[in-house]
């Protein structure tokens, strides 16, 4: 097989070593006799797991113990519609800060239960860049504020938590992990596993547990957080496998030095990047400075008539999925933590390489 760094924006790459882990105990998980796709969810074998699981992303997060940390289906997509039902607790408002295309969504599905009030709205600087704090509108009658730290098509990122008196729902799908993380300033963290976490099937929910319990009435029973935080997210059964490989990727993280090691290696691959596109005229991104992503990094071509053959000729270096989000166009380098530097010294070497002979 040849080694490929692999930029997809998600499903996105797993750490290797993550990798070779699956791969050796894919057939029998312990000394169970079965894989763990195979065995039950019910079985002690599992349950070890999935507690050990449970506390290593406590440990990672420093997760305080009136939070309550449920392992869901559904993506982040239903948790927009998750949230209102169970956030509003018998308001008729919410905040929503708009910073791009998954606050769009969240919007769109908050806006079936409740009205929304948007604190501010980055639409106007086409997702480049968000207005500063004190300008925003807070409608102090909201039930909860809702924002996306990072926006994955962007590449637009907060650089801090914004601070209200109401609960605070974040949608980090594609910044889990990246950084350390104070999730006491939160109601609710929320993550699509197939970014920062493991494969896509699971979706973590981290909520602080005085906010569980008063949902809108007549709602789907899997609709209520209550219902997997009483049943340690066992109410029904679990994508088995996507909790397996999100317990070896914290293992993993824990081992390669936690949040802190990951987010200065972060830190400098993304820092390494936007270097190779300031310093050249053939590279540009529009993203505000401070507020770029660590973890998705968007450049277009000056002359976008060389996309194609950028695509063509990167692929064919073992540098995959650069191609970027339609609404963008040009490419996008998707560096999550499973990302070595590496990949991103062997990416910028190739854009200087294809600079040279195109630019
Ligand atoms: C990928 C992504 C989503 C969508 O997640 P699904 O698991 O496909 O529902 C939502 N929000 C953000 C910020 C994302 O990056």
């Known amino acids: 097989m040849n080694k490929a760094y692999n930029f997809s924006a998600g499903p996105a790459m797993l750490p290797a070593d993550v990798m070779t882990k699956m791969q050796s105990e894919l057939l029998e998980y312990g000394n169970s006799m079965a894989s763990v796709m195979e065995i039950s969810h019910r079985g002690l074998d599992f349950m070890e797991m999935s507690q050990r699981m449970e506390q290593d992303l406590r440990d990672l997060m420093d997760i305080p113990n009136n939070y309550k940390v449920l392992f869901m289906q559904g993506g982040a997509s239903s948790q927009f519609s998750m949230l209102p039902i169970n ?7 919410a905040n929503y800060v708009n910073t791009g295309q998954w606050s769009v969504k969240a919007i769109a599905e908050a806006d079936r239960y409740c009205d929304v009030h948007i604190c501010t709205d980055s639409h106007s600087n086409g997702y480049t860049d968000i207005a500063d704090f004190d300008d925003w509108s807070i409608d102090d009658n909201g039930a909860y504020l809702h924002y996306t730290p990072n926006e994955t098509i962007a590449g637009l990122e907060f650089d801090y938590v914004p601070e209200v008196d109401m609960p ?5 799908s594609s910044t889990i992990l990246s950084r350390p993380c104070d999730v006491s300033k939160y109601g609710v963290i929320y ?13 973590v929910v981290i909520i602080r547990d005085d906010l569980i319990g008063r949902v809108i009435k007549k709602q789907p029973v899997l609709f209520d957080y209550s219902t997997q935080a009483n049943n340690n997210s066992m109410y029904n059964t679990p994508s088995t ?4 490989a999100a317990g070896l990727v914290f293992q ?21 990047l936007y270097t190779k596109i300031d310093d050249s005229d053939f590279y540009s991104n529009p993203i505000n400075p401070r507020y770029r992503s660590w973890m998705n990094v ?15 000729k990167s692929y064919n ?6 191609k970027g989000h339609k609404s963008v166009g040009g490419m996008r380098a998707s560096i999550y933590n499973a990302m070595p530097l590496e990949g991103v010294k062997a990416l910028i070497e190739f854009m200087s390489d294809f600079e040279k002979q195109y630019g």
């Open 168 to 172: 605070v729902a974040a949608d980090m």
């Open 191 to 203: 993550a699509g596993a197939q970014k920062n976490i493991g494969p896509s099937g699971l979706t």
């Open 241 to 244: 496998f996507p909790w397996y």
């Open 87 to 93: 956030l509003l607790r018998g308001k008729s408002i």
């Open 298 to 312: 968007p450049f277009v071509l000056a002359d976008g008539s060389l996309d194609k053959l950028f695509l063509e």
């Open 252 to 272: 993993w993280i824990k081992d390669s030095g936690g949040l802190t090691n990951m987010a200065k290696v972060n830190k400098e691959k993304s820092q390494q």
């Open 317 to 322: 270096a073992n540098l995959l999925a650069l």
